[in-house]
């Protein structure tokens, strides 16, 4: 689990500092990968929100590992994301 958890620090260091980099809303693109990598699969990272980037195999393959991760999770928990997901989408769009 220390691994899983290391992955998705990095991850998440990497996707706002590329969002940061293209001048991009990183709590927009922060959001869509969130999302896609909650009920999408790793194909759908990279034409989504990832569409942008040049992703090298070694990241690929970091992604499908933490997508696995994801995966892996109990039911209950992922829907539990999901819906705060969710929640954290709708208090956007009312901001």
């Given at each position: 689990?220390?691994g899983s ?91």
């Open positions: 689990m220390k958890s290391a992955l998705l620090l990095v991850a998440v260091a990497w996707l706002c500092t590329c969002g940061l980099a293209t001048g991009e809303d990183t709590s927009e693109f922060f959001m869509d990968f969130l999302q896609t990598l909650l009920v999408g699969s790793p194909e759908e990272l990279y034409e989504g929100p990832l569409s942008k980037y040049n992703v090298n195999a070694d990241a690929k393959s970091a992604m499908t590992e933490l997508k696995s991760c994801i995966d892996g999770l109990q039911p209950m928990h992922k829907a539990e994301l999901v819906k705060l997901l969710v929640q954290v989408l709708g208090s956007e769009d009312s901001a």
